[in-house]
Every structure is written in C-alpha cells, then in structure tokens.
C-alpha cells in the first residue's frame, strides 16, 4: 500500500484501561488490517504516562491535552507538563480540549472551561501543533468562542454531531470534521447529511475507540481496525471507492497534522 494510500485512525484511546489485557494484540491487528498510523488521544491526565509509553510504536503518534471535563481539577503543573509533554517528538496536537455542558452548564463551569480551552489553545499555537476540539452540548459557545481569535488555529472538530449548518461555519473557519462510528447508524440521518453536503477534502476519520463501535459491532468495545466501517459509509454516501475516501481522509489528516 502506498502511504498515502493507507488508513490513519485519527483519534484513539489505546492506553484506555479496556485494552490493558489485549493492547498490543489489538494494535498489531490495526497494522495488519490496513491502518498505517494511529493517533493516541491523551486527554485525561492519569493517561498521559501511559501515552508515552505507546510512542514507542513507530506508527503510533500522540495528542495530549486536558479534557474540559478536567479543566476544573487540573492545576498550574498540569499545564507545565503539558507543555513539556507537546514538545515530545512524537506529539502532533493538543486535544482533546473544548467545551462539554453536558454535565454541569453552571457558569463558573462554563468559565473554568473557556479558561482552559483558551491556555491550550496558546500552548498548541506556541508549539505549531494542531488542535483536537471535543465540544458536547455547546456548539454555538464554541463557534462564538473561535469567532474572537483574529488567527483560528488549525485543527478538526472531532466527533462532530451538530447541525449541518454548523458544520459550514466550522469548514469555514478552517476546521476539519471528524466523523467517527455513528454514521454508520441508521438514526445518524443528520450526520450522513452533514457528511454529503461536506466536501471530502474537509473530513476526516476517528474510532473514538474503546467507544463509539460502528454498527456492525456495536454495544462491542471498538477498536482502530473496525474505522474501515467509518471509511464504507463514507464512502457510500459521496458515491467513491472505499480506496478513494481511505486516500483522501488519510492524505488530509497528513496535511493538517504533519506526520
Ligand atoms: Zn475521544
């Protein structure tokens, strides 16, 4: 396979305590399936360690950041070893950070969160990295969030699950869809249509794993070999070869995130 030819599983959470009895079964498995590259996604602080230790997989690149459902216990050394930990060679952005009201939508939450998306925000354009957005329940704070920054910082709104005219607002300001297992649901109506109405060049593909299954196995613990169902549906709905949308997403997450 040529590489840009082969699949990257843009976000996954191989140190995620699920695999602790299989995760190197599960990861040469991805190898040997077709994915080329895996993105390790370090957004919870007792997992950043952890992260470190899969870099040492030539084909295993990391992502750390502070979740914003962390944002309210994370302290000023936190932040230093995040910036410490996105200097690693190995580190191609800082996500996934956002905003998440899902759980409490108190304002000082809210301020806590705008804070700590703001601060890494700063620390991803000090170091030239990409942005990695989880937003729940606040897709309009987040795009009046972006809308205050003069330079919006390149990066992908991973997981997306808004309306599709937010999802034009997003391409328009830069940003790259992330589009994970639920396109593959039959429910997903809303998703597929976002994903038909955005130029492919704008998406890319994430398992989300150990969430978010893709349909044929779901309820099941996912995994970066299953992100070929992603790729399928994808495929299906802009009318291209499964080759074509594997080439495009993974050429398109090369360009945004450097690898
Ligand atoms: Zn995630």
């Known amino acids: 396979m040529k590489d840009n030819k082969m699949i990257i599983d843009t976000h996954a959470h191989m140190a995620d305590s699920k695999f602790d009895s299989d995760r190197e079964v ?11 590259k895996i993105f390790e996604i370090a957004c919870e602080m007792r997992y950043w360690d952890k992260a470190l230790e899969l870099s040492k997989w030539d084909n ?3 992502s750390f950041g502070i979740h914003p459902i962390e944002a309210r216990e994370a302290t000023r050394q936190d932040y230093y ?13 800082v996500g996934e950070i956002g905003l ?4 409490d939508s108190s ?3 809210i301020d806590i969160q705008k804070e700590s998306l703001a601060e890494q925000i700063d620390i991803a354009t000090k170091y030239n990295k990409a942005i990695i957005i989880h937003c729940r329940d606040a897709y309009d704070e987040i795009i009046n969030f972006f809308r205050k920054y003069k330079a919006i910082p390149k990066g992908v709104i991973h997981c997306f699950s ?3 005219k937010q999802a034009k607002i997003f391409v328009g300001m830069g940003f790259l869809l992330g589009i994970d297992g639920p396109v593959t649901y039959k429910k997903s109506e809303n998703l597929k249509q976002v994903v038909s109405e955005t130029d492919v060049n704008k998406l890319l593909v994430e398992t989300d794993c150990p969430y978010l299954a893709p349909q044929k196995y779901r309820g099941q613990r996912n995994e970066p070999s299953y992100i070929v169902e992603t790729l399928k549906e994808i495929a299906a709905i802009k009318n291209i070869s499964i080759d074509e949308a594997a080439q495009v997403t993974t050429q398109n997450a090369l ?5």
Do not use: E, P
Request: include cysteine; hydrophobic fraction near 40%.
């Open 26 to 36: 599960v990861i040469r498995k991805a190898f040997n399936c077709g994915v080329g």
């Open 100 to 103: 998440d009201f899902h759980y």
């Open 162 to 164: 808004g309306t599709s």
């Open 81 to 93: 070893k995040l910036q410490t930990l996105v200097q690693n060679k190995k580190c191609i952005a």
């Open 255 to 259: 360009n945004l995130f450097g690898v």
């Open 60 to 62: 295993i690149f990391l």
């Open 107 to 109: 304002s000082r939450n």
